[in-house]
């Protein structure tokens, strides 16, 4: 085969190579598209896992002793109940749209909620 030919031939792939870029393209796009949905469900769990940590943490702060040394009672101040709280809003909040991105398609919250770690 001579260069000509091989010119010749190159350039009638190159004319008809429009669908095959468009497939390329599509298959790019998707994949994109797959990894940041991926990536904002790891960061979901990430976040839960972290919240869940940091609530296993949490203890009530206001403790009354026995004369032994035992204790007798431990209650939550108030803020310390609000903080908890507010922690448990969030882990249902955070895992109500995990769930509505698996489940509905809809990752339009998980988004909002979960943030990438370099941010």
């Known amino acids: 085969m ?12 190159i004319k008809n190579i429009a669908p095959e870029v468009s497939d390329k ?3 790019h796009l998707v994949t994109k598209e797959l990894n940041r949905r991926s990536e904002a469900v790891i960061n979901g769990f990430s976040e839960l896992d972290k919240m869940k940590s940091e609530l296993k943490k949490t203890k009530p702060d206001v403790v009354a002793y026995n004369l032994d040394g035992t204790i007798a009672s431990a209650n939550w101040s108030k803020q310390k109940l609000d903080d908890k ?3 448990e809003q969030k882990m249902e909040k955070l895992t109500k749209a995990i769930d509505k991105a698996l489940v509905d398609n809809d990752y339009s919250d998980l988004y909002n909620l979960a943030k990438p770690a370099s941010e």
């Open 2 to 13: 001579t260069t000509q030919q091989i010119s010749i031939l190159v350039a009638e792939r």
């Open 25 to 27: 393209v599509v298959e």
């Open 85 to 87: 709280n507010k922690l």
